[in-house]
């Protein structure tokens, strides 16, 4: 039995990683280490209690300590590191948690893995580090990072910790940058669920600025798919962009959603803008097409119907989080653009 850890897997994309794991890799047991924050979920779990190839050990990152005590407990061989904060407009509102668990999270992590002798480490990245494009070009993995928020600042700094642990002391990371996921279980302060969740409530969608900000969409399962190419194909030292080939301004994508929940466009809301907000990602995802044997396969319009039906299936669930602490992150972010005169309605 071969052990791996994943971080992160209370969350979005890793708690789908989780399950596709399980079922892809029959001869892996997964040791799933989660500090779980506001973001994580052990309810998404609950049915794998008991699994005899899924363990749940809560840490925290950023305690070297409790990371040393999970290695300690499980002979781990394969590492997939997927938790960090990955809120934007969090990061903005407060930067310095940022840094305590991305970059010195990321570091605990290397150290104790690279002292336990770790065989391969997947470090899970972001198209954010590259910083913004104009109208034309793409990301590719060597265009140089510029990051322009406090979120892809520490993601950019934890990917530098990664390239530092394979070039001195030849670490087994590769690394890899994929662009905006979506899918069931992606919790509803990113555009996406956001978006759905305040329009079955029949709540005023808030688009920041002129909603012209172009993001590339990808499923969560085809970004699973890339993660475990990279993770047993990848090459030490070398970086993996994925991306969906689905470019579309922000505004195309919520009137999208507001087409197939049958609601109208005056629910729409133009707020001010996200300070510093990067126009424009586009990645450039060919090498991992011909080095990983990857490419994306889930058609947008299809996905995101899924998606819609997946949140109005799981209305309970954004309910609970709506109701409880998140509330008052939502006013915080939005009290002032949505109350009258807070933004600018057009
Ligand atoms: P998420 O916020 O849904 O989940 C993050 C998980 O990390 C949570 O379960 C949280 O409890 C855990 N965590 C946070 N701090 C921790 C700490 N100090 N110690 C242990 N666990 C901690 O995030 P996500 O959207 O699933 O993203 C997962 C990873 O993928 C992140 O590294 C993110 O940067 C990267 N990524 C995300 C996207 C996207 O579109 N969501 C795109 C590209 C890359
Ligand atoms: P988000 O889901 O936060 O992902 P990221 O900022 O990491 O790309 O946002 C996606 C896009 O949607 C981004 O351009 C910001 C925009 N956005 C809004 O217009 N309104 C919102 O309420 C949110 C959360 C995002």
Known sequence: MTHVLITGGAGFIGANL?????????????????????????????????????????????????????????????????????HVDRSILEPAIFVRSNVLG????????????????LHVSTDEVYGTLGATGKFSESTPLAPNSPYSASKAASDLLVRAAFHTFGFPAVTS?????????QFPEKLIPLMIANALADQPLPVYGDGQQVRDWIHVDDHCDGLLAALERGRPGEVY?????????????????????????????????RPGHDRR????????????????????????????????????????????????????????????GGGAPR
């Not at 990321?106 to 480490?121: E, G, I, S």
């Not at 505004?251 to 707020?271: C, F, P």
């Open 18 to 86: 989780v399950r596709r794991l399980l079922s892809a890799r029959p001869d892996w047991k997964l040791v799933n280490l989660d500090l779980l924050t506001y973001a994580g979920d052990l309810s998404w779990l609950a049915d794998l209690e008991g699994h005899p190839r899924h363990v749940f050990e809560r840490a925290d990152l950023a305690e070297r300590a409790q990371v040393d005590a999970v290695f300690e407990r499980h002979p781990i061989e394969l590492v997939a590191h997927l938790a960090a904060e990955s």
């Open 106 to 121: 990321t570091q605990n992590l290397l150290d104790v893995a690279r002292a336990r002798k770790v065989r391969r480490f």
């Open 177 to 185: 940058r994929c662009s905006n996921n979506y899918g069931p279980r």
């Open 241 to 273: 962009n994925f991306g969906g080939e689905c470019e579309l301004p922000n505004l195309t994508v919520v009137r999208t959603l507001l087409r197939i929940l049958g609601k109208d466009e005056r629910l729409i809301r133009y707020v001010a803008d």
């Open 281 to 340: 990602y586009a990645i450039d995802c060919e090498k991992a097409k011909a080095e990983l044997g990857w490419r994306p396969q889930r058609r947008f319009d299809e996905g995101l119907a899924a998606t819609v039906d997946w949140y109005r299936a799981h209305q309970e669930w954004v309910a609970r989080i709506r109701s409880g602490a998140y509330r008052d992150y939502y006013d915080r972010q939005y009290g002032g653009r949505l109350s009258p």
